[in-house]
């Protein structure tokens, strides 16, 4: 038997990108045979790369399922085309179901052919965040109400059955793929994590989604946190936080405070009132008129505005800029903390409560990614001996290296400074803002939209990256809208970056 033809798998790149948080993308037009080779093989590194094989063969299953459905929807409006019939019609698509998969079948080279000359495509994205698998299939013809009430009947239909061998035993479906086939992976997945929420079918931006989201392995979740805990308690470098600005976000707490008495102790800091005022006169803000002096600065901002700003100075004042990958960090940090700021005020700004915390939470999002690069060797080596102790992959710490599930290092180290609560979760959140609470989904999103903006005009995301919850959250409904949002706010930037 001849050995199929396969393509090659460069497992290092796909690795790298799997361990970093960064979307794999892969677009076919007609599907051969080799390209859903391929796709497994690359699903099969990208889960391994993970510490995630055990999801391979359900994951694997269900890719097949999904990119053969997508293929068969492309290839179903060339023929309702050839047959003169409307697929949105109910008559129409009634009369040429009847005969599309017996047509299909005879002639499907030209099928096939036909979409992709109209530009018809598949495209599949895996990515790993948050100790979550994310699997997409989009092909860029819209369902139809037809076609979304029988996929949604056979998903209802699969959570009634125990087991495959029940499905089995009751479904006979000749029309269409979206029957039988649907119903065994909506069940295989079942057994690896699937929740009514982590099987999304939607439109967006001229594309049928098919998204399925699933947890990390408890096992994995739990070695992510046992590390983090680990790292936390290691750094003895990172010392508590500022003396003077515990002592100011007391008297801010302290209903007997007024503002003139907390100007009056920030002028006692000569540094610290100095960073306070460059701060508030800084691009984000743009007062009409430059702030001369604390009390000016205290006014603008308010109390809780005055807060944050002290956690982002202590912050920068702990962990510093003396590397040039720290540096790098850091001016990301601003321009999001600038998009944050600029967001908040387009989008929210009757959010007291938002409008306040938007600056800082964009500017301490990634302290995660911050903090472990400075961390020493001796701490590493700790840290590999405590892999090792407790039967943990490497993996583990090559993730968070990396940046995947910084957020949790991040989150972790503001529990431990006392950091607000919304400060804490937007860096938690800031990959998953879904996830959030529900009452500070909206801070969350908007912080993780200013981060995929950011990576969006670096070239890092596409469009089809970005977090459907924010694109939803913002009404950002096609890539022209979202493309415009970003200019104006890198021009915004770059203008206030020349003064």
């Not at 007997?256 to 803000?285: G, H, P, Q, W």
Request: charged share 25%; hydrophobic share 40%.
């Amino acid at each position: 038997m001849a050995e199929e033809k396969r393509f090659n798998v460069d497992a290092e790149k796909i690795k790298k990108a799997a361990l970093a948080g960064v979307p794999l993308s892969l677009t076919t037009y007609v599907l051969p045979h080799e390209m859903e080779l391929y796709m497994s093989d690359v699903l099969s590194c990208f889960l391994e790369s993970l510490g995630q094989s055990h999801m391979t063969d359900y994951l694997v299953y269900c890719l097949n399922e999904l990119t053969t459905n997508a293929k068969k929807a492309n290839t179903k409006r060339i023929y309702f085309l050839e047959k003169n019939l409307d697929i949105n019609n109910p008559a129409d698509y009634e009369e040429g179901m009847k005969t599309f998969k017996k047509d299909m079948l005879e002639k499907l080279t030209y099928y096939l052919e036909k979409q992709r000359d109209a530009g018809l495509y598949i495209k599949v994205i895996f990515s790993a965040r948050n100790n979550n698998i994310k699997l997409e299939v989009r092909n860029n013809s819209e369902l139809t109400v037809f076609e979304y009430k029988r996929i949604h009947d056979k998903i209802c239909r699969a959570h009634t059955y125990a087991n495959m061998n029940e499905a089995l035993e009751k479904i006979v479906d000749d029309t269409e793929g979206a029957g039988l086939g649907l119903i065994l992976m909506i069940l295989m997945l079942k057994k690896i994590g699937l929740t009514d929420e982590s099987y999304q079918i939607f439109v967006e931006n001229k594309e049928t989604v098919v998204r399925v989201e699933l947890p990390f392995l408890d096992k994995r979740s739990k070695e992510f946190d046992i590390i983090s805990q680990e790292l936390v308690n290691l750094i003895e470098e990172l010392p508590p936080f500022p003396e003077n600005i515990v002592e100011i976000n007391r008297l801010i707490a302290d209903p007997d405070s007024d503002m003139a008495e907390i100007a009056m102790f920030i002028n006692n800091d000569v540094a610290l009132a100095a960073d306070l005022i460059k701060m508030v006169n800084s691009a984000a803000f743009r007062p009409a008129n430059p702030i001369q002096n604390v009390y000016s600065a205290v006014k603008m901002v308010g109390l809780d505005g005055l807060r944050n700003l002290l956690f982002s100075l202590g912050t920068f004042k702990l962990l510093g800029e003396n590397t040039e990958e720290k540096r790098q960090m850091w001016v990301h940090a601003y321009k999001v903390a600038f998009f944050s700021h600029n967001i908040a005020c387009s989008f929210c700004a009757n959010d007291k409560a938002v409008m306040a915390d938007a600056y800082v939470c964009g500017l301490l999002h990634d302290i995660g990614k911050v903090i472990f690069t400075t961390t020493h060797n001796d701490t590493m080596r700790h840290l590999i001996a405590v892999t090792q102790q407790k039967n943990i992959p490497l993996q583990v710490i090559e993730q968070m290296i990396s940046g995947t599930n910084h957020e949790i290092l991040g989150a972790r180290i503001a529990e431990k400074w006392n950091f607000p609560e919304p400060i804490v979760v937007s860096i938690k959140y800031h990959h998953s803002p879904e996830e959030a609470p529900e009452q500070y989904k909206k801070l969350a999103a908007l912080i993780a939209l200013a981060n995929q903006i950011c990576n969006y005009l670096d070239g890092k995301d596409t469009f089809q990256q970005i977090s459907h919850s924010c694109k939803e959250m913002f009404g950002l409904n096609n890539e022209m809208q979202f493309r415009s949002l970003a200019e104006k706010l890198n021009m915004l930037f770059q203008r206030a970056e020349e003064k």
